[in-house]
């Protein structure tokens, strides 16, 4: 019994050991647009710039991966994400996530908060509620698209959840520098969201164990 246990953690191990090796890579530089700040009262709170378009600040890109993925031996639902209120602040201001994730909404301020969203991916109301009341409020995002999320009380505040039908994404650093890994080799579409209006594309195909640059545009 010792013995096959033994053989079937060492077949375990092959197999995991083979397939990290099998995974690909791929980073590069997305073309960020300037900043533009909105009209709102802080630059750092501006989502809404004009034309009514979405967009991050500072601004930053979501990378991520499209494709036909092969299924996950044993699908479990992602960990729960957070985007707290800070500062009367969302933080972060942009949250990509994959579809089924659970997002918690945590008040870190010392006043109420009622965090709200009518967008057509995902409509929901927390209600007021202040940093000691318990257990904190959370919503499950089950359809891929923009959310955008604000405070019924604090006018000012925006913040934006991208919800990705792809296990595979990214969010660049203000220089628009990303890196992805632990991607399946294969020929797939990488993008990359810049805000409501612009998401790039292009055609990339992944060998097991490399990485590849891919710059944007």
């Known amino acids: 019994m010792m013995i096959r246990r033994l053989a079937a953690l060492l077949a375990l191990s092959l197999l995991t050991a083979a397939s990290a090796l099998a995974q690909a890579a791929v980073e590069g530089r997305v073309t960020l647009p300037k900043a533009r700040p909105g009209p709102v009262m802080n630059k750092r709170y501006a989502i809404v710039s004009k034309g009514g378009v979405l967009s991050p600040y500072p601004p930053v890109a979501v990378v991520y991966l499209e494709g036909s993925f092969p299924a996950p031996p044993a699908r479990t639902p992602p960990l729960p994400a957070k985007m707290a209120q800070k500062d009367l602040a969302f933080v ?78 990214v969010l660049s650093d203000t220089e628009g520098r990303y890196r992805l890994e632990g991607l399946p080799a294969g020929h797939h579409v990488l993008k990359a969201w810049l805000d409501s209006k612009t998401t790039l594309e292009r055609h990339v195909d992944l060998q097991p164990g490399a990485a590849l640059s891919a710059n944007f545009p």
Do not use: W
């Open 92 to 169: 972060p201001n942009l949250l990509p996530i994959q579809v089924g994730t659970r997002v918690e909404f945590p008040n870190l301020d010392d006043t109420y908060h009622n965090i709200f969203s009518y967008s057509a991916a995902k409509r929901f109301d927390l209600g007021r509620y202040r940093s000691d009341e318990r257990p904190i409020p959370a919503e499950v995002f089950d359809v891929a698209g923009l959310v955008t999320v604000r405070c019924d009380i604090h006018e000012h505040m925006r913040a934006l959840i991208l919800v990705l039908d792809t296990p595979y994404f």
